[in-house]
T-cell receptor
Framework: GAGVSQTPSNKVTEKGKYVELRCDPI?????LYWYRQSLGQGPEFLIY????????DSGLPNDRFFAVRPEGSVSTLKIQRTERGDSAVYLC???????????FGQGTRLTVV | QKEVEQDPGPLSVPEGAIVSLNCTYS??????FMWYRQYSRKGPELLMY????GNKEDGRFTAQVDKSSKYISLFIRDSQPSDSATYLC????????????FGAGTRLFVKA
């Protein structure tokens, strides 16, 4: 596609539920990033994939968060036992391998009630 | 202390003014410096991308990097109401596509 696509654009879930957030990167981009952005803050790094493997997952806050990219293209961010503090906009970005300028999707706004 | 510091503003200027946005950082390993623009309820949009020190100009936008002072700037000439947005500085330190650290963003309002 022309840009990074994220689905759903909005997700409301109950505390304790499991959610999956999807990211379709720009075609040909081997690097994929997940960020989380809280109100009034800049994006906070979560995880970075180069191809199918997670090259850096140091930003995942705890073991309730997990992300996969099984075929080196689409990625899914999975959150178990959601908490109200997980409410934020989850942003996905992609870039060409070896380049650091990343292009972002519009984000998924997650609200945990 | 945060790795990247950015004044959140808001910054309000009249149309046509020159805008100066700035960030400081503490990690001397940063080599790649970026500015993103983010409109409300949208993802960040890459504006400028600079490697190491120096200036880069693109239309009304000029990015400056001073690695000796650990200070980066974005200048917007002839500002327009459509420039009203949040401007995020971002930086990273590895050529292999590494995690990027963002500032908190500065909210800019350009009044017609």
């Amino acid at each position: 596609g022309a840009g990074v696509s994220q689905t759903p654009s909005n997700k409301v879930t109950e505390k304790g539920k499991y959610v999956e957030l999807r990211c379709d990167p720009i075609s040909g981009h081997t690097a994929l990033y997940w960020y989380r952005q809280s109100l009034g803050q800049g994006p906070e790094f979560l995880i970075y994939f180069q191809g199918t493997g997670a090259a850096d997952d140091s930003g995942l806050p705890n073991d309730r968060f997990f992300a996969v990219r099984p075929e080196g293209s689409v990625s899914t961010l999975k959150i178990q036992r959601t908490e109200r503090g997980d409410s934020a906009v989850y942003l996905c970005a992609s870039s060409l391998g070896g380049r650091t300028e990343a292009f972002f999707g519009q984000g998924t706004r997650l609200t945990v009630v | 202390q945060k790795e990247v510091e950015q004044d959140p503003g808001p910054l309000s200027v009249p149309e046509g003014a020159i805008v100066s946005l700035n960030c400081t950082y503490s990690n001397s390993a940063f080599q790649y410096f970026m500015w993103y623009r983010q409109y409300s309820r949208k993802g960040p949009e890459l504006l400028m991308y600079t490697y190491s020190s120096g200036n880069k100009e693109d239309g009304r936008f000029t990015a400056q990097v001073d690695k000796s002072s650990k200070y980066i700037s974005l200048f917007i000439r002839d500002s327009q109401p459509s420039d009203s947005a949040t401007y995020l500085c971002a930086m990273s330190g590895n050529t292999g596509g590494f995690k990027t650290i963002f500032g908190a963003g500065t909210r800019l309002f350009v009044k017609a």
